[in-house]
DNA sequence: TAAATATGACACCAAATGGTAATATGTCAA
DNA sequence: TTGACATATTACCATTTGGTGTCATATTTA
Protein backbone atom coordinates (compact mmCIF):
# COMPACT_ATOMS: atom_id res chain seq x y z
CA UNK A 1 0.00 0.00 0.00
CA UNK A 2 1.88 3.30 0.95
CA UNK A 3 2.98 4.15 4.28
CA UNK A 4 1.25 6.84 6.71
CA UNK A 5 3.87 9.40 5.81
CA UNK A 6 3.51 8.75 2.15
CA UNK A 7 -0.24 8.88 2.04
CA UNK A 8 0.24 12.21 4.01
CA UNK A 9 3.04 14.11 2.43
CA UNK A 10 1.69 13.34 -1.36
CA UNK A 11 -2.01 14.99 -0.57
CA UNK A 12 0.13 17.95 1.46
CA UNK A 13 2.29 18.72 -1.43
CA UNK A 14 -0.51 20.43 -3.79
CA UNK A 15 -1.30 24.27 -2.73
CA UNK A 16 -5.40 23.76 -3.35
CA UNK A 17 -5.26 20.60 -0.78
CA UNK A 18 -3.83 23.03 1.83
CA UNK A 19 -6.39 25.28 1.66
CA UNK A 20 -9.11 23.06 2.13
CA UNK A 21 -7.13 21.57 4.82
CA UNK A 22 -7.29 25.23 6.52
CA UNK A 23 -10.78 25.70 5.51
CA UNK A 24 -12.25 22.74 7.08
CA UNK A 25 -10.38 24.11 10.30
CA UNK A 26 -13.32 26.54 10.48
CA UNK A 27 -16.51 23.91 10.24
CA UNK A 28 -17.01 20.69 8.63
CA UNK A 29 -18.10 20.91 5.23
CA UNK A 30 -20.09 19.29 2.44
CA UNK A 31 -18.43 19.03 -1.15
CA UNK A 32 -20.21 21.78 -2.22
CA UNK A 33 -18.90 24.22 0.47
CA UNK A 34 -15.41 22.99 0.00
CA UNK A 35 -16.01 23.75 -3.55
CA UNK A 36 -17.60 27.32 -3.04
CA UNK A 37 -14.20 28.82 -2.05
CA UNK A 38 -12.41 27.69 -5.51
CA UNK A 39 -12.42 28.38 -8.70
CA UNK A 40 -12.49 24.61 -10.15
CA UNK A 41 -15.19 22.33 -10.49
CA UNK A 42 -16.76 20.16 -8.22
CA UNK A 43 -15.61 17.02 -10.02
CA UNK A 44 -11.68 19.17 -9.27
CA UNK A 45 -12.35 19.28 -5.55
CA UNK A 46 -13.69 16.11 -5.14
CA UNK A 47 -10.59 14.75 -6.58
CA UNK A 48 -8.88 16.49 -3.80
CA UNK A 49 -11.11 15.49 -1.12
CA UNK A 50 -10.25 11.72 -2.08
CA UNK A 51 -6.80 12.39 -1.99
CA UNK A 52 -6.58 14.46 1.87
CA UNK A 53 -8.79 11.23 2.62
CA UNK A 54 -6.19 8.86 1.61
CA UNK A 55 -3.49 10.81 3.52
CA UNK A 56 -5.72 10.35 6.41
CA UNK A 57 -5.81 13.99 6.45
CA UNK A 58 -9.65 14.54 6.48
CA UNK A 59 -12.40 11.84 7.41
CA UNK A 60 -15.71 11.44 5.11
CA UNK A 61 -18.99 11.22 6.65
CA UNK A 62 -22.16 10.63 4.33
CA UNK A 63 -25.16 12.06 5.52
CA UNK A 64 -28.06 11.66 3.24
CA UNK A 65 -27.50 12.74 -0.28
CA UNK A 66 -24.40 14.78 1.32
CA UNK A 67 -20.85 14.10 2.29
CA UNK A 68 -19.28 15.52 5.16
CA UNK A 69 -15.76 15.96 5.17
CA UNK A 70 -13.83 16.96 8.75
CA UNK A 71 -10.00 17.38 9.37
CA UNK A 72 -8.41 14.42 10.96
CA UNK A 73 -5.46 14.57 13.00
CA UNK A 74 -3.96 11.17 12.03
CA UNK A 75 -2.40 12.16 8.75
CA UNK A 76 -1.20 15.35 9.99
CA UNK A 77 0.54 13.67 13.11
CA UNK A 78 2.32 11.46 10.77
CA UNK A 79 3.92 14.01 8.85
CA UNK A 80 4.51 16.02 11.87
CA UNK A 81 6.53 13.09 13.72
CA UNK A 82 8.40 12.66 10.54
CA UNK A 83 9.29 16.59 10.41
CA UNK A 84 10.13 16.27 14.29
CA UNK A 85 12.95 13.54 13.76
CA UNK A 86 15.02 16.77 11.92
CA UNK A 87 13.68 19.16 14.38
CA UNK A 88 15.91 16.93 17.62
CA UNK A 89 18.28 16.53 15.23
CA UNK A 90 19.41 20.49 15.22
CA UNK A 91 18.78 20.78 18.96
CA UNK A 92 21.33 18.31 19.09
CA UNK A 93 23.35 20.24 17.08
CA UNK A 94 22.80 23.48 18.25
CA UNK A 95 23.33 21.98 22.06
CA UNK A 96 26.72 20.57 21.12
CA UNK A 97 27.77 23.94 19.56
CA UNK A 98 26.44 25.56 23.00
CA UNK A 99 29.03 23.19 24.70
CA UNK A 100 31.52 23.74 22.47
CA UNK A 101 31.11 27.64 22.59
CA UNK A 102 31.08 27.04 26.95
CA UNK A 103 34.20 24.89 26.80
CA UNK A 104 35.79 27.16 24.51
CA UNK A 105 35.54 30.19 26.90
CA UNK A 106 35.95 27.87 30.14
CA UNK A 107 40.18 27.06 28.23
CA UNK A 108 40.44 30.51 28.12
CA UNK A 109 39.57 31.68 31.70
CA UNK A 110 42.23 29.03 32.52
CA UNK A 111 44.99 30.43 30.56
CA UNK A 112 45.23 33.72 33.11
CA UNK A 113 45.07 32.82 36.50
CA UNK B 1 7.92 32.21 -7.16
CA UNK B 2 6.71 29.97 -4.67
CA UNK B 3 5.77 30.30 -0.71
CA UNK B 4 8.41 28.18 1.42
CA UNK B 5 6.02 26.18 2.88
CA UNK B 6 5.13 24.94 -0.99
CA UNK B 7 8.95 24.57 -1.99
CA UNK B 8 9.07 22.28 1.23
CA UNK B 9 5.77 20.24 0.89
CA UNK B 10 6.93 19.66 -3.01
CA UNK B 11 9.89 18.18 -2.04
CA UNK B 12 8.56 16.29 0.65
CA UNK B 13 6.34 14.56 -1.30
CA UNK B 14 8.29 11.65 -3.00
CA UNK B 15 10.08 9.12 -0.91
CA UNK B 16 13.59 8.88 -2.58
CA UNK B 17 13.91 13.18 -1.32
CA UNK B 18 12.67 12.23 2.38
CA UNK B 19 15.23 9.12 2.18
CA UNK B 20 18.18 11.78 1.33
CA UNK B 21 17.54 14.23 3.68
CA UNK B 22 17.53 10.54 6.41
CA UNK B 23 20.80 10.01 4.63
CA UNK B 24 21.91 13.40 5.23
CA UNK B 25 21.24 13.33 8.85
CA UNK B 26 24.38 11.20 8.90
CA UNK B 27 26.27 13.03 7.67
CA UNK B 28 27.00 15.74 4.52
CA UNK B 29 27.47 14.27 1.01
CA UNK B 30 28.27 15.19 -2.59
CA UNK B 31 26.40 13.31 -5.18
CA UNK B 32 27.94 10.13 -5.66
CA UNK B 33 27.92 9.14 -2.33
CA UNK B 34 24.23 10.13 -1.80
CA UNK B 35 23.51 8.16 -5.36
CA UNK B 36 25.45 5.20 -3.92
CA UNK B 37 22.16 4.06 -1.54
CA UNK B 38 20.01 4.07 -4.35
CA UNK B 39 19.31 2.05 -7.03
CA UNK B 40 19.04 4.70 -10.02
CA UNK B 41 21.15 7.06 -12.40
CA UNK B 42 23.73 9.93 -10.71
CA UNK B 43 21.13 12.13 -13.49
CA UNK B 44 18.20 11.15 -11.49
CA UNK B 45 19.47 11.82 -7.65
CA UNK B 46 20.79 15.12 -9.18
CA UNK B 47 17.09 16.28 -9.75
CA UNK B 48 15.89 14.75 -6.85
CA UNK B 49 18.75 17.14 -4.79
CA UNK B 50 18.11 20.09 -6.85
CA UNK B 51 14.36 19.99 -5.78
CA UNK B 52 15.60 19.82 -2.20
CA UNK B 53 17.61 22.87 -2.70
CA UNK B 54 14.61 25.05 -4.05
CA UNK B 55 12.50 24.27 -1.12
CA UNK B 56 15.62 25.03 1.35
CA UNK B 57 15.67 21.54 2.70
CA UNK B 58 19.31 21.09 1.98
CA UNK B 59 22.30 23.52 0.95
CA UNK B 60 24.55 22.89 -1.56
CA UNK B 61 28.05 23.41 -1.29
CA UNK B 62 30.73 23.33 -4.04
CA UNK B 63 33.72 22.12 -3.08
CA UNK B 64 36.37 21.45 -6.18
CA UNK B 65 34.78 19.33 -8.73
CA UNK B 66 32.61 18.04 -6.00
CA UNK B 67 29.19 19.33 -4.58
CA UNK B 68 28.53 19.10 -0.50
CA UNK B 69 24.84 18.52 0.08
CA UNK B 70 23.89 19.53 3.99
CA UNK B 71 20.31 18.96 5.91
CA UNK B 72 19.48 22.83 5.93
CA UNK B 73 16.51 23.65 8.91
CA UNK B 74 14.88 26.69 6.98
CA UNK B 75 12.52 24.32 4.58
CA UNK B 76 11.65 21.74 7.64
CA UNK B 77 10.85 24.78 9.82
CA UNK B 78 8.52 26.23 7.04
CA UNK B 79 6.70 22.67 6.93
CA UNK B 80 6.70 22.36 10.79
CA UNK B 81 5.24 25.45 11.37
CA UNK B 82 2.36 24.83 9.22
CA UNK B 83 1.89 21.22 10.59
CA UNK B 84 2.23 22.35 13.69
CA UNK B 85 -1.03 25.17 13.46
CA UNK B 86 -3.19 22.38 13.37
CA UNK B 87 -2.02 20.49 16.23
CA UNK B 88 -2.81 23.77 18.15
CA UNK B 89 -6.09 23.88 16.52
CA UNK B 90 -6.60 19.76 17.79
CA UNK B 91 -4.99 20.54 21.53
CA UNK B 92 -7.91 23.45 21.58
CA UNK B 93 -10.26 20.98 20.27
CA UNK B 94 -9.15 18.45 23.35
CA UNK B 95 -8.92 21.02 25.99
CA UNK B 96 -12.58 22.40 25.36
CA UNK B 97 -13.57 18.75 25.46
CA UNK B 98 -12.17 18.22 28.92
CA UNK B 99 -13.75 21.35 29.86
CA UNK B 100 -16.69 20.10 28.82
CA UNK B 101 -16.61 17.01 30.79
CA UNK B 102 -15.67 18.28 33.49
CA UNK B 103 -18.70 21.44 33.86
CA UNK B 104 -20.67 17.81 33.16
CA UNK B 105 -19.45 16.17 36.34
CA UNK B 106 -19.68 19.50 38.53
CA UNK B 107 -23.42 19.36 37.53
CA UNK B 108 -24.16 16.35 38.24
CA UNK B 109 -22.33 16.33 41.56
CA UNK B 110 -24.79 19.56 42.34
CA UNK B 111 -27.93 17.63 41.22
CA UNK B 112 -27.61 15.36 44.86
CA UNK B 113 -27.20 17.82 47.39
C1' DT C 1 50.04 16.64 -20.08
C1' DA C 2 46.88 12.75 -20.09
C1' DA C 3 43.68 9.97 -17.83
C1' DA C 4 40.37 9.46 -14.36
C1' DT C 5 36.75 11.51 -11.70
C1' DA C 6 32.62 14.46 -10.43
C1' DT C 7 29.38 16.95 -12.06
C1' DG C 8 26.43 19.71 -15.64
C1' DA C 9 23.28 19.96 -19.51
C1' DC C 10 20.24 18.00 -22.78
C1' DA C 11 16.83 15.47 -25.15
C1' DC C 12 13.74 12.02 -24.57
C1' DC C 13 10.05 8.81 -22.52
C1' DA C 14 6.21 6.69 -19.63
C1' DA C 15 3.32 7.48 -16.00
C1' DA C 16 1.11 10.41 -12.65
C1' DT C 17 -1.31 14.71 -11.81
C1' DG C 18 -4.71 18.36 -12.00
C1' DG C 19 -8.09 19.76 -14.49
C1' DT C 20 -12.57 19.58 -17.71
C1' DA C 21 -17.19 17.94 -19.43
C1' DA C 22 -20.98 14.71 -19.79
C1' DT C 23 -23.77 11.48 -17.82
C1' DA C 24 -25.75 8.51 -14.05
C1' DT C 25 -27.41 7.67 -9.40
C1' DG C 26 -29.40 8.45 -5.02
C1' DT C 27 -32.09 11.47 -1.84
C1' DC C 28 -35.02 15.23 -0.29
C1' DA C 29 -39.12 17.95 -0.62
C1' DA C 30 -43.29 20.05 -2.79
C1' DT D 1 -44.28 11.21 -7.96
C1' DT D 2 -41.78 14.57 -9.95
C1' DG D 3 -38.31 17.75 -9.87
C1' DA D 4 -34.34 19.63 -7.86
C1' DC D 5 -30.19 18.87 -5.63
C1' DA D 6 -25.63 16.55 -4.03
C1' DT D 7 -22.71 13.52 -5.31
C1' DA D 8 -20.54 9.50 -8.25
C1' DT D 9 -18.54 7.82 -12.49
C1' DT D 10 -16.27 7.99 -16.58
C1' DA D 11 -13.65 9.48 -20.45
C1' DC D 12 -10.61 12.69 -21.96
C1' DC D 13 -6.76 16.32 -22.13
C1' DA D 14 -2.37 19.06 -21.14
C1' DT D 15 1.34 19.42 -18.07
C1' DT D 16 4.45 17.82 -14.63
C1' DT D 17 7.22 14.30 -12.75
C1' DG D 18 10.61 10.78 -12.21
C1' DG D 19 13.39 8.35 -14.66
C1' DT D 20 16.91 7.22 -18.60
C1' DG D 21 21.05 7.89 -21.76
C1' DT D 22 24.53 10.70 -24.11
C1' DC D 23 27.79 14.06 -24.38
C1' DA D 24 30.29 18.18 -22.48
C1' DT D 25 32.99 20.54 -18.90
C1' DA D 26 35.84 21.15 -14.98
C1' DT D 27 39.14 19.38 -11.59
C1' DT D 28 42.47 16.11 -9.66
C1' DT D 29 46.17 13.25 -9.94
C1' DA D 30 49.52 9.88 -11.98
Known sequence: MMSAEQGAFRAL?????????MHLGS?????AQVSDHFDMTRGAVRKHLTILEEGNLISVHPKGRERINRLAPEG????A???NYF?????????ALQSA???EQRNESEKQP
Open 87 to 95: NRFWDEKLS
Open 27 to 31: SDMTI
Open 101 to 103: IEN
Open 81 to 83: DWL
Open 13 to 21: ADPTRRQIL
Open 76 to 79: IRAA
